[in-house]
């Protein structure tokens, strides 16, 4: 395919979805489903990424509501989280891609919240592209976060205001943006789903307002580079208006 390297987005996210009727289909574990993605696809995504010259690629990978899986399947993908934490993180670091994580890390286990501060502490300064893992990520979950973060802001600014100096209280959209958890990252331009459904699920409520949306049948371990590229295709046929 032909690409334009004029009119590439500048944030691409993915909503990794299929991984479980994909292993159904294998006859196979749900949890394999996952394994093959961490083994053979988000790599060549990132590579691919690179060589695009496109900056930030953002994978949701666990959204709050997973927690009410099957405990067997749960413990799986903690297993895989560590692996992914350990030989995975070592890889994507030789290749200059800065670590991200959205979403409360707090509710995993003490060790893998510990390794993911670690992997970004130690990805911090590495710029050839920022690869962003959504963990324990929902929607309304970061904008009431987002929402308490700015109150604590507010209120230890009344604490350490001088006497008689106003203090300005209020939601305002071009601040609200720096207690989310995308706070320094642009918004997506291009919201991939794989996988058939039809809906963002409360992925980046806030952010997603002039994203393009592509959907596509493909399950998450088949999503190759080539359909990764039918996205990108679609996308620079768009005329983007931004309500305009």
Known sequence: ?????????????IIMDGNRRWAREQGKLAAEGHRYVVDNVIEPLVDHCIELGIPYLTLWAFSTENWDR???ELQAMMKLFR????KKVDRLHEKGVKLNVLGELDKFPEDIAKQSRQMMELTKDNDQITVTFALNYGGRDEIIRAANRYLTAKMEELENAAEGEEVEFGFFEEDFGEFLDTAGMPDPDLIIRPGGQLRLSGFMPWQSVYAELYF???LMPDFSIEQFDAALEDYQNRQRRFGR
């Open 1 to 13: 395919m032909a690409l334009d390297s004029q009119n590439l987005p500048q944030h691409v996210s």
């Open 70 to 72: 099957d405990k067997a």
């Open 83 to 86: 692996y992914g934490l350990g």
């Open 216 to 218: 596509t049948d493909v």
